[in-house]
């Protein structure tokens, strides 16, 4: 499988603490990812500074053969790469389909407003239904995303990401907050994703969720890579296990 994107290097620092201190490693095409690592260990960083939200102070972020690190978050969106935060965020003043409806209007124009009030409403709302119905949102559609519980409202940030059609989509805990059966539900949810050709990087907590869907893991900590590989073969290791247990 191809690479379709990686880190080199990566080093930022806050206040004189290194969040990311040579932070190196891939994402292949089509591959589900997961970082994890102790509190602390740079994870969310690492996303951050793959989508443009964050700069590094030093180091490249590649996305395919393309040099992104000067990019913002919108332009490296335009390339094909998504985002959800660990903290949701629609737009409370429109319903849940009008949010993923501005999503699709990404793809459908240059500017995704007119996804609500211009000459493409109709593809746009199409496309957006048949996400939130694939995710399990179709009878809510109308509603305000203030009435939606929180597992919901994991849904339809995904559902939003989905709808800018990314090569690769990083997850900020989506899976945080949940019930044990809604945390199932939303990493079956996700697990599937690379089936339609998308790549996903998984940031969570919730071990048992992680080893049951990812391919791989890399596991951070200090703002370094501590080990990267096969599930069953990273969590045996000892230092994983110390940096984990202190």
Do not use: C
């Not at 509190?39 to 996305?63: E, H």
């Not at 493409?120 to 995303?145: H, T, V």
């Amino acid at each position: 499988m191809s690479t379709l994107a990686h880190i080199e290097d990566l080093k930022l620092s806050f206040g004189g603490v290194a969040a990311a201190d040579g932070l190196s490693f891939a994402v292949t095409a089509g591959e589900f990812l997961a970082v994890i690592g102790p509190n602390g260990a740079g994870k969310t960083t690492a996303l951050r500074m793959i989508a443009g939200v964050l700069r590094p102070d030093s180091g490249r972020v590649f996305f395919g053969d393309r040099d992104v690190t000067a990019l913002p978050a919108h332009a490296r969106v335009r390339l094909g790469l998504g985002f959800t935060h660990q903290i949701v965020r629609p737009f409370y003043s429109f319903s849940t389909i009008e949010n993923v409806m501005i999503a699709a209007g990404h793809r459908l124009t240059e500017s995704p407003w007119r996804a609500l009030f211009g000459r493409s409403r109709r593809a746009a709302r199409e496309r957006a239904a048949a996400i939130l119905e694939r995710i399990g949102l179709a009878d809510q559609l109308d509603k305000s995303p203030r009435a939606l519980p929180l597992g919901q409202r994991k849904r339809l940030e995904v559902a939003r990401a989905i709808a800018l059609d990314p090569k690769l989509l990083l997850l900020d805990e989506p899976l945080a907050g949940l019930s044990s059966a809604e945390a199932a539900a939303m990493a079956d949810l996700v697990r599937a994703l690379p089936g339609d050709g998308i790549a996903v990087v998984l940031v969570e907590h919730n071990l048992g969720e992680v080893l049951r869907v990812a391919d791989r893991i890399v596991v951070l900590d200090g703002g370094r890579v501590l080990a990267e590989g096969a599930p069953v073969d990273v969590m045996a290791r000892d230092d994983v296990r110390k940096a984990y247990m202190g």
